[in-house]
């Protein structure tokens, strides 16, 4: 359907997709940091790990701004890959959809208006005390979701947080879902090792074992997950209830999915994964391989294809590196379904390509 | 039409309201501090000046939860007459009409989700540097309206700042607006000789005459305002270029209008005032003396009449207490024009009864 990707339970994701046909959506960009982020060789989410702080700030700024201010130039990968956020913010201009920010906590403030929830920056993993506050932010956040159903036909929610794939895995693993070997990454070579080896070190600061808090999902992000997620499935708890939820995301969106799972496993018929085609292709990872461990939910993915680009810094999403985040895919998908698929993949290629080389100059 | 007074402008006022038919809104709630209400005598929104700080959060709480979270019960004024944000609470229930919390500035963040615009708590006006930040505050919620506006119908704007008739009068002088005598009072003996003293030393230590910054908006603001203004006279720019905003409130919309008025007029045309009945029967203000002196724009009151409540502390705004305030008016319009006329006066007063026997008791 459209330039979409029926990339899991095929017939429940067309009838999701339908019910999305031609409907005014809401963007919510949940952002938020962790030292994780820190740990050499983690996250490829800004060029020096100093940076990530930056990342999610700057890649809000894009979005509603079209240009960063916290930064200068766009967040870029060590390699100078630029921020997924470029496709997200082509994608929701093109569709005329309207962003909301939603802070799970930061350590820089956007400098655009943000939804503050009460949240702080996460700490490393490592210490197994990474999130504070974790009740009353998903609990601010489900107030927000309800109010927010109450004027958009559906959410899309997307996220940007380094690191996060590595909180992921943590969450995923203390709720027993074997997610070793199956969290993407921002970098062509996947770290699974290293992600492994933080993830075990922070579950043994917690005293927690494999499967061992799949009964206290807060107690797990408290732990070993980061501040994006009690945000991103507060909102989703919140409106689930009343309108369709696309998650917009990688695998980290897993995490999500297992909390929400946890606590009101009965508003998943009303959500959908929406990635993109290089999560899907993705062989250093497995994101069917996580969901399908938890709830069987559809999975749409732009099918973006960045082969035939001018520019070398996106030809770069074919060869591996960033793949997703910012929520690009869910919102590529979220711009066709809108415009009832006269925003094509090309038509949005050619979006992305008149901002890169507005934003990152002809490289 | 419906129980809504046409108080001004009369068929720009029916036309407005016939655009809002049957339309679901967003109701956005302004909130910000002074320093300015610690003046003794200035304000009645707070039992103490020192509580005036809890106020703003514990109204918006209210909207959002149906209870304060910040401080117990809700609200009084010295004489124990609650906030009219019990009125905008029933109002926004009763029509299923979504809040967005918009903090302007304050000392006290509400324990509920707000949308963060960098704003600071405003100082004193008696010394001329009242507020700072304002263009940046303004730009920002300038990008959230023109955002807001992609997904609701129309917008609501109401306010809840303590002391703001005194720095409205501030911005209103400065701006060349003859509002001496005009603007309303939370307290039944209007104090407008302690008002007008206040705002002549702040225009004095600001070294500004009437009039003088007539063409400056923003430096009238910083002078001798406080940081709702900016923050709603933004929301309004930038969604009232595509979708009708209501500005609900008394005479302090004044002082928001003639910001609006100096730096696009052009979309006053999207514009009305939404208030009630008991600022347009006040004869210790004139809200359509100042309006007039700006914009003529339409003026709209929902009609609601206490006189026959069982309750003394709703009785009591038929002596010309309280007024108006948190948008109360405004989203008393909205329900009626959202429910087209189902929701009428005496189906308001019944859930305000309701509520005011949950939370106040009967007293």
């Not at 962003?99 to 993993?125: A, E, Q, T, W």
């Not at 932010?137 to 979701?145: E, F, L, S």
């Not at 070398?312 to 590196?321: D, I, N, P």
Request: glycine letters at 12%; hydrophobic letters at 45%; one cysteine or more.
């Amino acid at each position: 359907m459209y330039d979409i990707i029926l990339a899991h339970n095929e017939n429940e994701g067309r009838a999701f997709l339908r019910r999305l046909n031609g409907k005014n959506p809401l963007f919510a960009c949940v952002i938020g940091v962790t030292e994780t982020a820190k740990i050499s060789g983690i996250s490829a989410a800004g060029k020096y790990p100093e940076l990530t702080d930056y990342t999610p700030p700057a890649d809000v700024e894009l979005l509603l701004l079209e240009k960063c201010r916290c930064i200068s130039g766009v967040p870029v990968t060590p390699e100078g890959i630029p921020t997924p956020g470029l496709i997200t913010m082509s994608a929701l201009r093109l569709a005329n959809i309207p962003v909301l920010v939603v802070s799970g906590g930061l350590k820089v403030n956007p400098h655009v208006p943000f939804l503050d929830l009460g949240g702080k920056p996460g700490r490393d993993i490592r210490k197994g005390k990474a999130v504070d506050n974790v009740e009353e932010v998903m609990w601010r956040a489900r107030i927000a979701g309800e109010n927010l159903s109450k004027t958009a036909d559906y959410l899309v929610v997307g996220e940007s947080i380094p690191g996060g794939t590595t909180t992921a895995l943590g969450v995923l693993l203390a709720m027993g879902i074997d997610a070793r070997g199956k969290v993407s990454s921002s970098m062509p070579e996947n770290p699974h090792e290293l992600k492994i080896k933080t993830v075990e070190e922070g579950l043994k600061a917690s005293k927690v074992e494999f499967g061992g808090l799949a009964d206290d999902p807060l107690k797990a992000i408290s732990c070993i997950g980061d501040p994006m997620i009690p945000a991103f499935a507060g909102l989703v708890l919140g409106a689930a209830d009343k309108v369709p939820v696309l998650m917009a995301g990688g695998t980290q969106i897993g995490a999500v999915l297992a909390i929400i799972n946890a606590l009101n496993p009965n508003i998943l018929d009303n959500v959908a994964i929406g990635t993109t085609r290089w999560i899907i292709i993705d062989k250093t990872a497995d994101l069917k391989g996580i969901i399908t461990q938890i709830a069987d939910i559809p999975i749409l993915a732009a099918d973006l294809n960045f082969s035939q680009s001018k520019f070398e810094g996106l030809k770069a999403y074919e060869t591996g590196v960033v793949k997703e985040g910012v929520g690009a895919g869910g919102a590529a998908i979220a711009a066709m379904a809108k415009s009832k698929g006269s925003i094509t993949k090309d038509a949005l290629l050619k979006e992305i390509e008149r901002n890169y080389d507005r934003l990152v100059g002809s490289k």
